[in-house]
């Protein structure tokens, strides 16, 4: 079974029904970045995680410098697509900084996306369209290249 790993820039991204993603059909990690300012999450999304038990994972920086989040997560996901090159990995961030990290990982073959919220994320797996028409159908999804 193909393990999927989720990053979730969560200063940028609205997370929705996250509970949905332990649906997924596959084995899900997400891992919840959260900026310094970010002290309290949502009792619903504390639950609804609280189901995925180790595979989910809250990373909170105490560091004030800009971008931090985002830098940790690009050097996390190639840290794990080195170890997991068959692994799944996708990205909910409203960041388009994050497309030039997902092109170049999908041009090492890596599969990676980026889409701008958890029920784009969910859309690929309730609709698996070819690649080609995910990129002109899913207009939250915003890193597909192929």
């Not at 931090?68 to 409203?94: D, K, V």
Request: glycine content about 6%; overall charge negative.
């Amino acid at each position: 079974m193909q393990t999927h790993y989720v990053f979730v820039d969560y200063e940028n991204t609205p997370l929705g029904n996250i509970g949905l993603i332990s649906k997924l059909p596959c084995k899900t990690l997400i891992k919840i970045y959260l900026g310094h300012h970010q002290t309290m999450i949502p009792l619903a999304m504390a639950r609804a995680l609280q189901v995925l038990g180790e595979d989910a994972e809250y990373i909170q920086f105490e560091s004030t410098r800009r971008n931090i989040t985002n830098f940790n997560i690009a050097f996390q996901l190639g840290e794990l697509a080195t170890q997991h090159p068959e692994a799944r990995f996708s990205i909910l961030s409203n960041d388009p900084g994050f497309n030039a990290i997902v092109e170049g990982l999908r041009s090492k073959g890596v599969d990676c996306a980026r889409y701008a919220d958890m029920e784009a994320l969910l859309e690929q797996f309730a609709d698996p369209a070819p690649l080609a028409q995910e990129k002109t159908r899913a207009k939250n999804v915003v890193a597909i290249t192929s």
